[in-house]
């Protein structure tokens, strides 16, 4: 890809070959995407402690936003099950003008994160932690929509998740009836709809046959009215909130967990879209596009937007090939909000909650999870710390960990595979490591007081102690120490501190350090640090044959000048 197309929308590149065969395909795929996305959009609002049409407007603005100026031809945005714990959170400690303004401040995160080329480091964020805080966020969702689903009459749910199901469990003989039926019956369609069709998604026909039935049958069941009250048809006017410097500097990192999560679910929906059409994303366009759509979406009124794998997927599958049909599903859901949203009010929420539960089971992705517990005992750690920390204690809290511990179980596992060995014997032998007959290579003669030893791996702050502990093991004490430095590709300025620190111990017991088989980068480590002057560019030879060469050099003008002495 050309650098000037990097954040160019993928908009622009495919209306350059647009024809009205491909619109049709993209207006069918629009709708249809559109009107599977309006029970999620209310769904999910309601999830995360909002009112409804908040998610609706986040769908349409963020939505439309995404598809117009992203990286990724079919990428369809909105509300999506990942932030609904993190802004459950917001709403009850900072209200929704604290959740306007994290928002905002992740839109502002994400696109410098899409300016600074950001998006292909992503891809570093360990799979075990994605699929712990992803199986976490949907325990989570579901244990949220126990109280909707059986219709329990109960105060408020605790949001702890161990008392929030001790208040379940309190709350059991309260089930009702009328409201378990109609969770049940919506679960029923929208498992069993798939056999009759798919173009027409499970998810609407249960909304729809559910509110006419509890409507024609005047059943005693809570709704999105008797709840929240009745959807505004109109367009909401742009609003700014107003907060104190204090709440905004305690707001950073919620924010930063907001634009953290909308860029790793984004980039997963582009990937994964990639491999359905055999396409290509621009995933630093993608961030900024969705940084923007975040910094618009809270302004009318709306929650964090990312990529929703499942949307986009719809899309696909039923022909949806350009960013043309993701911003006619916007419109599909704001004419739907206009015309129709205030029949929204008669919505059941058992309705709503059978939707989430089926949302929470594909998202849990449980048989990836128990596959992932037959990993690495390091991946296990990370996947179980993430999903209890993120259960149990808080998703921000989750990741920072996850992150920290996947990180140090990664240098523990690079540090052990950096390893120090004393290799004379096989260099006078023609052998190489292993015990086998080293190719290409003669017997080499090794000078009497020469010991060669060997590193191999990047030599970084991780295995510095080690390359000490291994060095300080040399027998007696030789006149010439080789440490041979070819299976080393890169050094930090803790490995050249840790071999400066081995050159002066050699030196005041008698030792020369000659090093042999520098690569570039650790060269210009030992350049910049100044470290090439104290060892002396007469002792980094080019290969092993010219610093056993040195080797004699140092060995002779030691005999010669004692010969001299005496």
Do not use: C
């Not at 109609?182 to 909304?207: E, H, K, M, Q, Y």
Request: glycine content about 10%; cysteine-free; proline content about 5%.
């Amino acid at each position: 890809m050309k650098l000037r197309d990097a954040f160019v929308p993928k908009l622009f590149s495919t209306l350059q070959s647009y024809d009205r065969a491909q619109l049709a395909s993209d207006a069918i795929a629009g709708v249809i995407v559109g009107v599977v996305a309006l029970p999620l959009a209310i769904a999910f609002a309601i999830a995360s402690g909002v009112t409804p049409d908040r998610g609706l407007w986040t769908a349409i603005v963020a939505g439309f936003l995404i598809s117009a100026l992203g990286g990724s031809r079919v990428q369809i945005g909105g509300p999506t099950g990942a932030f609904v714990v993190i802004v459950y959170a917001i709403v009850q400690k900072y209200g929704v003008d604290g959740l306007t303004v994290a928002t905002l401040m992740a839109g502002v995160i994400l696109v410098v994160m899409g300016l600074a080329k950001f998006g292909s480091a992503i891809k570093f964020i360990p799979h075990p932690l994605v699929i712990g805080f992803t199986s976490a966020i949907a325990v989570i969702i579901f244990s949220g929509e126990v109280k909707d689903f059986l219709g329990l009459h109960m105060g408020t749910v605790p949001a702890p998740f161990l008392a929030k199901w001790g208040a379940y469990a309190a709350a059991v003989t309260t089930i009702s009836p009328d409201a378990l039926g109609v969770s049940t019956v919506s679960l029923a369609i929208i498992l069993l709809w798939p056999r009759v069709s798919r173009r027409i998604p499970g998810p609407f026909v249960a909304l729809m046959a559910t509110t006419v039935g509890v409507a024609l049958l005047h059943l005693p069941v809570e709704t999105i009215g008797s709840r929240f009250g009745e959807i505004a048809a109109a367009v909401p006017h742009p609003r700014f909130p107003h907060l104190t410097l204090e709440q905004v500097t305690s707001l950073v990192g919620p924010a930063f967990t907001i634009a953290l999560l909308a860029a790793v679910e984004s980039l997963l929906s582009a990937v994964v879209a990639d491999g359905m059409i055999g396409g290509r994303h621009r995933s630093n366009m993608e961030l900024v596009a969705q940084g923007i759509a975040n910094i618009a979406s809270p302004l009318f009124g709306g929650i964090p937007a990312t990529g929703a794998i499942a949307r986009t997927a719809t899309n696909v599958k039923n022909g949806g090939r350009t960013p043309v049909a993701g911003m006619i599903h916007a419109l599909t859901l704001l004419v739907i909000t206009i015309a129709a949203g205030r029949w929204a009010a008669y919505i059941p929420m058992a309705t709503l909650a059978a939707i989430l539960v089926v949302v929470a089971y594909h998202m849990s992705e449980w048989r990836t999870f128990v596959a992932e517990l037959r990993s690495p005992k390091s991946d296990v750690a990370v996947l179980l710390t993430t999903f209890l920390l993120t259960v149990l204690v808080d998703l921000t809290v989750a990741i920072g960990v996850g992150m920290v511990l996947a990180a140090f179980l990664f240098i523990r596992r690079m540090a052990s595979v950096t390893n120090v060995s004393v290799i004379t014997r096989e260099i006078r032998e023609g052998l190489s490591p292993d015990g086998g007959t080293e190719e290409l290579m003669d017997r080499r003669a090794v000078p009497a007081g020469v010991e060669v030893y060997e590193i191999n791996g990047p030599f970084f702050f991780g295995a510095a102690q080690s390359f000490r502990d291994a060095v300080s093991q040399v027998a007696g004490h030789p006149k010439v120490l080789i440490l041979r430095m070819r299976n080393v590709p890169a050094m930090d300025s803790s490995g050249v501190h840790a071999l400066l620190d081995v050159i002066r111990r050699a030196r005041k017991s008698g030792t020369a350090v000659v090093l042999a088989g520098v690569h570039m980068q650790p060269l210009v480590a030992l350049t910049d640090s100044d470290a090439v002057v104290e060892i002396g560019s007469e002792n980094l030879a080019g290969n092993l044959d010219l610093a056993l060469a040195r080797a004699r050099e140092i060995i002779e003008g030691r005999t010669a000048a004692s010969e001299l002495v005496s």
